[in-house]
């Protein structure tokens, strides 16, 4: 669709991004969605007219590749450029999502106190006043519906919605597994079982609660919710998040349920994102009780699905020291399940969490390289690895060379878990 430019205002009610996710070291954008463009500042908005990202021009802005997204839990995240630091070793992206709560720690800065982002989002504001006033005569319908949904979505609208997003599922979803950053963290949440199995005694994001499955009636009525709620934007989401701790354990007639009903109610296939994708966590239980059949019903889903063990570490005096209720055994089981499972099942990727801390006893590191250098024969390029951070991770330059020591013998891929909510 032809822009149209009011003042200096260039407004395109809808354009057209890639169709799949790409790790990628410039500004990409995805899907379809609607932009208005200042001398300043390019905002884009979604197919719902809510402010998707903010990305500032020329000077008075931090850095021409780096932009703000909003999310649909009314978050905004700063993407930084982190190509050039190496953060693409540490992350596998090359652009960090740096959070304005507390998250990842050591990469980016926090970008939120900065004049450059306070400006951006009064700019924002002042953008929203102009369109108030702006003289609609003459301009097409296009246009003009493109201006009445971004004036409907006001920051007020925006956080009552963030609130009804939450109310559908049950609560805020308080970590999204670490691959979620192959879908940019785009992902449609559905709480199909609440709580965990273990409640560990270091773990920030539990809900204290029991393991508890909802049932189908449940689930299908948060999908049905969950289709209005996302609206006009749902043609952009191919990715669906079955929630919350431990969705793995719900067993196979459940999550079956869950994803085939999603990837027809949300109607996935009419998505412009192209290779839907599936995203659960998993414990060492629920990996153990999961049989041969629960992996053939997910390799044949429409989705390829990656599932997120927490498995935390390997020795013995760092479980008891954080309280996790296993022992060395159970996790190398698990952990050489995953990787049987991985090399079984083309359309199915398990991945595990390990902590990082510099608290955590000395034992702790060698003890994941047992497991993952010394007890694996080649390396693998299936099943990463993501180191976990706790709050006190130690200074900076030695979490790097840690990292990049334990990177180059470790036979799996290494990233650390950039922690987000939802
Ligand atoms: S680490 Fe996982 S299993 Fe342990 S309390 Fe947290 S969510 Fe539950």
Redesign the pocket.
Known sequence: MKPCEHDDLTITPEKQGADRYMKISYPFRYGRFSGIKSRQYIFQFNLNGEIKTIQGRGEGWLDASEWLKRTAGNDWVYFAAGGYTGAYDFTGEYYVPCLPYDSNGIFGQNRFQSPEVTEAFAAWHRLMDRLKTLDLRDRTEEEKDLIRRVLAMGPKVLGQRAQRLHEIIGGPVSVLPPDTRHVEYDIIPITIADG?????GF?R??SGNGFKRRDKDDIRRQILALKAFYDRDIVNYNAVFLGQ??ALFAGTNLIEFAARQAYELLELQNSVMREPKLFL?G?VDSLFRADAGLFEMLNALPFETYINI?L?SADPETLSRIQ?PLTREKVTRAFHRMITINQAYSRVEISANFLYGADLPETHIPAILELTRNQLDHFYSKGAIYFSPLENMGPVQTVKNTFTEFKTLCRLPVYFYLIQRL
């Not at 965990?196 to 560990?200: D, E, K, T, V």
């Open positions: 965990c199995l273990y409640n560990c773990c994001v539990k701790h431990d966590f414990s927490g935390e996790k």
